[in-house]
Every structure is written in structure tokens, then in C-alpha cells.
């Protein structure tokens, strides 16, 4: 059995990035970006007027004038006219160019247009620069204004909009396939004879999967016949980019799954992880060969036989296999959250825990995390109203209340 720290390094340092692809903008929405962002021109592109008013040289108003001949009309969208003379002003718009020469907007509430002219209100005080944005005060052209490995927002489409890029280049999508094994599994529109339950893991880690951006899942189900696992098996691995077992994993008469991964190919990298819940995890690699127009492009499988138990396969999933994901989709790492306790709480035998929690930021970037007591690992009504999971290092029994550790949140 190895730790959690050896768990983690061994998946992430067995997966490479996923080739890349062209995207529309208009269907990048979820997707990892795969090469940066950058600023075609500066931004804004002109001295820009931010309200309504007129547009003069300060250095007239400095000077004592505060009646202004009216010389012309400044809109957004119409090219930049010339500026005016010396002590005269022209009416500008919201988001028009400021023409140059003139350096001062002021408001139309503090303005009387009247027969051609425009006075300024005796109280106001002005300056130079007043409600004008600077050309190129935003950012400069050439500028990397989204970096490669974001999971594209509506925020980062706008940026990529504003700079004229009509397609990006995003990690392709790998395909999972989350396989459910058990003979005690029925369907959810099923009625569940006594020695029934109604599967549930794999809508799930679906679920979780598609909200993290993984939307191309497949959900299968295998029952706890050798033969008929070991065909399945046999086109699972030949089609997916990525396998989530849960169930068949553990010590049981009925838990064929890693003989037969084995068999087939796929070698254990570790079958046994020093945590509670999920401690039966198995991970292995499968080395698929390139097809025949491509012989030489191997691709590397990751597959996760997780727990069957709905908790611990649900934990596992946020706390191995997401990261998995995003490292072949060649995503950022991301930020790291702590949580900390708001009561003592105390476990036996010394493995890591991953404890259920509710949490609230506490505004210092650490959260102040509630554990939520669950009855067992198949308790998964219990982890309804919680945020995620803090991980609990093993090696000690007793976690007093302010004990800070890693937060992981559901996606």
C-alpha cells in the first residue's frame, strides 16, 4: 500500500498532454486553451471619451474661459475628427475617439448648450485627462493577455473576441468511459428487488465530470461474468481515452477487475492506497499502439478502478482522477485552497482521511471548514449541503479545532 503523495505522483507522472486542435470561438466555451492569448493592437485603440459632454483643451479652461463655441459632433463609432481651435470645444459621446489636441471631457450635466455655445457651471473644477481612457492604458499590442492551459469562461471569450480570434487552438476531449460492475446494480427506473440497489455511481462521476469540462462520457455497465467483462474490457480500451471503473476492485470472490486489466495488457502501477475512504484504488496504464495510418503514434490509457462504495468513489474522483484529466488536457495547475477546522476531530488507524466538509471563507484565503459526519463510504445522502473534502495527512490520530489543511472542492 502506498501513500496518497506516491498515489498522486505516479498517475500525473504517467500522463501526457492530449494533441491539441482548432476550435470556433462560438464552441470554445468549457474547453482548455492551448496557446496563449495575445493583444492584436493596445487597448483602447484611441484616447476614449467615458461620458457624455464636451471635449475641450484644458489649458483654456486653466486660463479662465468657460464659454466654449460648439464647433461639431464627436460619436462613438464615426472616425476622429480634427480637433477645433484654440477656445472652442466640440460635443462628444460615451466611447467616441477624443480627438487629439484636446484633453479634458466634461459632463453634459455640467454643461449649458445654448445657440451654438457651452458653458461651463462656475463651480465646477476640472483637469487634465478628466473622462478620457488613455490610448493604450489598458494593455500594449503583443501583449499575452490569456495564457495557455486556461479553461475558457465567457471572460476569457471576450478577450479573445476583442482580439480578432474568430478560432483558438484547445485540447482535444478525451473520451471516458465510467464502467459500473456489480450484479447487485440495477437501473435507476428499475424497481430494486431486497437484494438490489439502483446504480448510481455513474451518473455521478458523469455528473462531476461534464461540470469539470469533460463532456464526452460514456457510461456502460459490466456484469460479474469474467468472460463477458474481459470482451468489454477489450473495447474499452481500444476507444477511450481515459477508463473510471468503481466496483470490482477489492480482495472479494466477484472482483475480477485488475486479474483481467492485467491480463489484457495493463500494467498495475499501484493497487492499494494508505487513505480512508477509497483505500482498494487500483491505477494502471494501458499502452495503446497507433492505428495504420499512424503506427508509431502510442498513446498512453490511464485507468482507475476506483472504490464501489459511492463516497469513496466520488472522493476519488475529485482527488486523482480530475487532476489527471486536466494535466492531459494541459491545463494550469489549480489555485490550492486550505480549510480550516472548526472542531477537533479524531480518526483510528492513522491513514490520510478525506473528511466531508461544509466551508466558509473566512476573507484570509483560508476557509472555515464543518465535517460532516457520514455513516459509511455507501452514505452518499450524506454529502449532500457539503463544498468538497479537506485532507487529513496520516500519521497522527487526533486533529484538534484550527488545524489548517488542503481543501478540495466538488467541481
Known sequence: MISVAEAEHLILDSLAPLPSESCKIDRAHGRFLREPIVADRESPPFNRATMDGIAIRFSDWNEGKRTFGVTGTQAAGQPVMDAPEPGSCIEIMTGAPVPEGLDCVVRCEDVTVESGNATIREEIELEAGLAIHPQGSDFAAGAVLVESGVRLSGREIAVAASCGKEEMEVSSQPKVFVVTTGDELVEIDDEPLPHQIRRTNDRALAAALMSAGFDRVERVHVPDEPQMMRWQLERFLGDADALVFTGGVS?????????????????????????????????????????????????????????????????????????????????????????????????????????????????????????????????????????????????????????????????
Open 251 to 411: 480482495k472479494g470472490q466477484f472482483d475480477h477487475l485488475p486479474a483481467l486489466l492485467e491480463e489484457l495488457g495493463v500494467p498495475c502501477l499501484f493497487h492499494g492506497v494508505s487513505q480512508k475512504p477509497g483505500k482498494p484504488m487500483w491505477y494502471g496504464i494501458h499502452k495503446r499502439p497507433g492505428d495504420f495510418l499512424h503506427p508509431d503514434d502510442e498513446s498512453s490509457v490511464p485507468v482507475f478502478a476506483l472504490p464501489g462504495n459511492p463516497v469513496s468513489c466520488f472522493i476519488c474522483l475529485h482527488r486523482y482522477v480530475l487532476p489527471a484529466l486536466r494535466r492531459m488536457s494541459g491545463s494550469r495547475p489549480q489555485p490550492v485552497k486550505h480549510g480550516a477546522l472548526d472542531r477537533e476531530v479524531s480518526f483510528s488507524p492513522p491513514l490520510t482521511r478525506f473528511l466531508p466538509v461544509s466551508s466558509v471563507e473566512d476573507g484570509d484565503g483560508v476557509f472555515r471548514v464543518e465535517p460532516r459526519q457520514t455513516n459509511t463510504s455507501g452514505d452518499f445522502a450524506s454529502l449532500v449541503g457539503t463544498d468538497g473534502f479537506i485532507e487529513l495527512d496520516s500519521g497522527r490520530d487526533d486533529f484538534p479545532a484550527g488545524t489548517v489543511a488542503r481543501l478540495w472542492t466538488w467541481t
